[in-house]
Nanobody, 118 residues
Protein backbone atom coordinates (compact mmCIF):
# COMPACT_ATOMS: atom_id res chain seq x y z
CA UNK A 1 0.00 0.00 0.00
CA UNK A 2 2.68 2.48 1.03
CA UNK A 3 5.40 3.09 -1.53
CA UNK A 4 8.69 4.87 -0.92
CA UNK A 5 10.31 6.67 -3.83
CA UNK A 6 13.88 7.95 -3.61
CA UNK A 7 15.23 10.79 -5.70
CA UNK A 8 18.28 13.02 -5.87
CA UNK A 9 20.95 10.49 -6.72
CA UNK A 10 23.44 10.97 -9.49
CA UNK A 11 27.07 11.47 -10.39
CA UNK A 12 29.13 13.84 -8.27
CA UNK A 13 32.81 14.63 -7.90
CA UNK A 14 34.69 13.86 -4.68
CA UNK A 15 34.08 16.60 -2.17
CA UNK A 16 30.74 17.45 -3.69
CA UNK A 17 27.27 17.30 -2.20
CA UNK A 18 23.96 15.62 -2.91
CA UNK A 19 20.58 15.76 -1.23
CA UNK A 20 18.49 12.61 -1.34
CA UNK A 21 14.75 12.62 -0.80
CA UNK A 22 12.38 9.80 0.02
CA UNK A 23 8.70 10.48 -0.50
CA UNK A 24 6.00 8.17 0.80
CA UNK A 25 2.92 7.77 -1.37
CA UNK A 26 0.83 6.78 1.62
CA UNK A 27 0.75 7.54 5.30
CA UNK A 28 3.77 6.47 7.30
CA UNK A 29 3.01 6.57 10.99
CA UNK A 30 5.07 8.83 13.20
CA UNK A 31 6.12 5.86 15.32
CA UNK A 32 8.09 4.44 12.39
CA UNK A 33 11.84 4.81 12.32
CA UNK A 34 12.97 6.16 8.96
CA UNK A 35 16.41 5.35 7.67
CA UNK A 36 18.80 5.38 4.76
CA UNK A 37 20.69 2.26 3.80
CA UNK A 38 23.24 1.76 1.08
CA UNK A 39 24.59 -1.22 -0.78
CA UNK A 40 27.70 -1.36 -2.91
CA UNK A 41 28.21 -4.15 -5.46
CA UNK A 42 29.10 -7.43 -3.78
CA UNK A 43 28.63 -6.00 -0.29
CA UNK A 44 25.97 -6.14 2.37
CA UNK A 45 23.35 -3.48 2.74
CA UNK A 46 24.35 -1.22 5.61
CA UNK A 47 22.58 1.39 7.67
CA UNK A 48 23.77 4.91 6.91
CA UNK A 49 21.52 7.03 9.10
CA UNK A 50 18.17 6.84 10.82
CA UNK A 51 15.75 9.08 12.66
CA UNK A 52 12.92 7.90 14.84
CA UNK A 53 9.61 9.53 15.68
CA UNK A 54 11.19 11.55 18.48
CA UNK A 55 13.80 12.98 16.09
CA UNK A 56 16.56 10.86 17.63
CA UNK A 57 19.25 10.46 15.00
CA UNK A 58 21.88 7.77 14.52
CA UNK A 59 24.71 7.70 11.99
CA UNK A 60 27.16 5.19 10.71
CA UNK A 61 30.70 6.03 11.80
CA UNK A 62 31.72 6.27 8.16
CA UNK A 63 29.35 9.17 7.45
CA UNK A 64 29.19 10.93 10.80
CA UNK A 65 30.03 14.59 10.43
CA UNK A 66 29.39 14.56 6.68
CA UNK A 67 25.77 13.40 6.31
CA UNK A 68 22.63 14.79 7.89
CA UNK A 69 19.32 12.93 8.01
CA UNK A 70 16.00 14.62 8.69
CA UNK A 71 12.31 13.84 8.40
CA UNK A 72 9.27 15.91 7.62
CA UNK A 73 6.32 14.02 9.03
CA UNK A 74 3.78 16.46 7.64
CA UNK A 75 5.07 15.82 4.11
CA UNK A 76 5.86 12.12 4.62
CA UNK A 77 9.36 12.79 3.38
CA UNK A 78 12.82 11.72 4.52
CA UNK A 79 15.99 13.54 3.51
CA UNK A 80 19.68 12.80 3.48
CA UNK A 81 22.07 15.70 2.98
CA UNK A 82 25.43 14.33 1.90
CA UNK A 83 28.46 16.60 2.01
CA UNK A 84 32.16 15.99 1.42
CA UNK A 85 31.36 12.93 -0.64
CA UNK A 86 34.03 10.30 -1.14
CA UNK A 87 34.38 7.56 -3.76
CA UNK A 88 33.66 5.01 -1.01
CA UNK A 89 30.19 6.53 -0.69
CA UNK A 90 29.32 5.12 -4.11
CA UNK A 91 26.35 2.78 -3.69
CA UNK A 92 22.67 2.36 -4.24
CA UNK A 93 20.90 4.22 -1.46
CA UNK A 94 17.62 2.85 -0.14
CA UNK A 95 14.95 4.47 1.96
CA UNK A 96 13.42 2.39 4.72
CA UNK A 97 10.45 2.83 7.02
CA UNK A 98 10.76 0.40 9.90
CA UNK A 99 7.72 -0.50 11.93
CA UNK A 100 8.27 -0.79 15.68
CA UNK A 101 6.06 -3.88 15.68
CA UNK A 102 5.43 -6.84 13.44
CA UNK A 103 1.76 -5.94 13.59
CA UNK A 104 2.49 -3.26 11.00
CA UNK A 105 4.52 -3.66 7.80
CA UNK A 106 7.87 -2.10 7.03
CA UNK A 107 8.69 -0.61 3.65
CA UNK A 108 11.64 -0.24 1.29
CA UNK A 109 12.18 2.13 -1.59
CA UNK A 110 13.50 1.06 -4.97
CA UNK A 111 16.88 2.69 -4.47
CA UNK A 112 18.73 5.55 -6.09
CA UNK A 113 22.26 5.36 -7.45
CA UNK A 114 24.93 7.63 -6.01
CA UNK A 115 28.24 7.62 -7.83
CA UNK A 116 31.22 9.61 -6.60
CA UNK A 117 33.92 9.73 -9.23
CA UNK A 118 37.59 9.74 -8.41
Amino acid sequence: QVQLVESGGGLVQPGGSLRLSCAASGTVFDIYTLGWYRQAPGEQRELVASVNGDQIVKYSDSVKGRFTVSRDNAENTLYLQMNSLKPEDTAVYYCNAASPTTLLPSYWGQGTQVTVSS
